[in-house]
């Protein structure tokens, strides 16, 4: 692969997977955030009055005992214990800037989601510490939800005991997949045994909710793996099962060794075959009990099981971003803080901010935005988009929507628009038709 070859992301999806990531995370499209509207983030906070959208708090934890070899975040697997400590007070020390900033002012998190990386990875010791002080600068007391990402092999009961304990309700464990072979040849630090036994100790600690990852499409995977994976999920009975279909974003080491082989295709299944795995999966899923509530996930019991993280998002909450390389969203700013931990430490002591880049969204941007991570639950209700920003769905989208319909895509419903699963699990790549021309060509 020549250095002067410029490579897109796969927006269609439809042969091999090619380099880059068609997974729709946000609106506007990353590429557009940039410096100038860095000054926003502080003009919000400082505003007179506090805003009135539900807030939650992320809280990124950037260390893992390894690197896997499709992971695109920002991750640290050198870090020692002095350095890890360091960072934890740093973000403490963010987090009480927030706290006494009028838009904030007399408001509770909603929801608190700790994400990595690895947040398993910290000690019981460190866990008790960070959240006893993130409490005690913001309250926890009126958040519905409290999400922990975990890694099966940083896992004991101990530790699963105060992951509890600190108030966490849905616990996330990264399985990914049951094959041993397969976890190492993606690079992933955990081995069967460790999630058998780390799922046994959750169950038996009676967390709220406990959900539990696979990736349709790692490599190596084959038909018989995929399915044998599918069967032991079942077996956990999880109260959530989460499923994503691989990609390969230019950061990982998967692109990097496709670059050093002149590969354009990468390494793994193409994007038919890693459907069809989910599909066979959510029926599987569905003939266990399970209900598919989204382009990703299946759950036991609807009514129930929440995941209210994701829900207030996608319906515009706001949320404050916590550590290096984190995203947060305020009064309809987007914003990434600093990427190099250092550098972001070194921010927070020195009282400077630790905002990289941000978007100041208009109220078009925000409609858009709201309209197309919804699409991701399988179904939009028009009723609430016309309540809320005053646009007519039908009216201005007719056009795409009976390309969809007679497609077999689309079902029309008297204030419902649903997805058929075959392009619910290819709705990433739908999204585009909605994204405003601005913003269709990132380079």
Not at 419 to 435: E, K, P, T
Request: one cysteine or more; hydrophobic letters at 35%; proline letters at 3%.
């Amino acid at each position: 692969m020549s250095e002067g070859v410029i490579i897109k992301t796969d927006r269609e999806t439809k042969d091999d997977t090619k380099a880059g990531s068609y997974f729709v995370s946000n609106y506007p499209p990353f590429a557009f955030w940039n410096e100038a509207d860095v000054a926003c983030v502080e003009s919000m906070l400082n505003s007179p009055s506090p805003g009135n959208a539900p807030l939650g708090l992320y809280y990124h934890v950037p260390f893992c005992r390894k690197r896997c070899h499709f992971c695109y975040f920002r991750v640290y697997t050198d870090k020692n214990t002095g350095e890890v400590r360091r960072y934890l007070e740093s973000t403490l020390k963010e987090l009480r800037q927030y706290s006494k900033s009028p838009y904030l002012k007399g408001r509770l998190p909603k929801f608190v989601y700790f994400g990595g990386g690895t947040p398993s990875y910290l000690s019981a010791k460190d866990l008790l510490s960070l959240t006893d002080e993130m409490k005690s600068i913001l309250s926890w007391d009126e958040a519905e939800e409290v999400t922990f990402e975990c890694e099966p092999g940083t896992l004991t009961e101990k530790k699963l005991q105060v992951i509890k304990d600190i108030g966490v309700t849905r616990l996330s464990l990264g399985i990914e997949n049951f094959d041993d072979h397969i976890l190492e040849t993606n690079g992933r630090a955990h081995r069967s045994g460790e999630v058998f036994r780390a799922y046994e100790f959750a169950r038996g600690l009676g967390f709220d909710n406990i959900n539990v990852d696979l990736i349709s499409g790692m490599l190596e995977e084959t038909d018989e793996n995929w399915s044998s994976c599918v069967d032991q999920v079942v077996d956990l009975s999880p109260d959530c099962v989460t499923i994503y279909q691989m990609e390969v974003p230019f950061n990982t080491t998967i692109f990097k060794s496709m670059k050093e082989e002149g590969r354009l295709s990468a390494p793994v299944a193409d994007w038919e075959t890693k459907r069809r795995w989910v599909k066979e999966a959510f029926a599987r899923l569905e003939s266990a009990g399970y209900t598919v509530t989204s382009a990703y996930t299946a759950v036991k019991e609807p009514e129930k099981t929440k995941f209210v993280y994701r829900d207030r998002l996608w319906a515009g909450a706001d949320m404050v971003a916590l550590g290096v390389a984190s995203f947060g969203h305020l009064g309809g700013i987007h914003y990434q803080n600093l990427t190099h931990i250092d550098q972001y430490c070194d921010s927070v002591d020195k009282a400077e901010s630790v905002v990289r880049r941000a978007l100041l969204t208009s109220d078009d941007e925000r409609f858009v935005r709201e309209m197309i991570l919804q699409w991701k639950l399988g179904r939009v209700y028009p009723s609430y988009f016309l309540k809320k920003f005053g646009i007519d769905l039908l009216e201005r989208y007719g056009h795409v929507f009976e390309e969809w319909k007679v497609a077999g895509d689309l079902e029309v419903g008297e204030d419902e628009l649903r997805l058929s699963r075959d392009a619910l699990l290819r709705v990433d790549s739908m999204l585009y038709h909605f994204f405003l021309s601005k913003h269709l060509d990132e380079g």
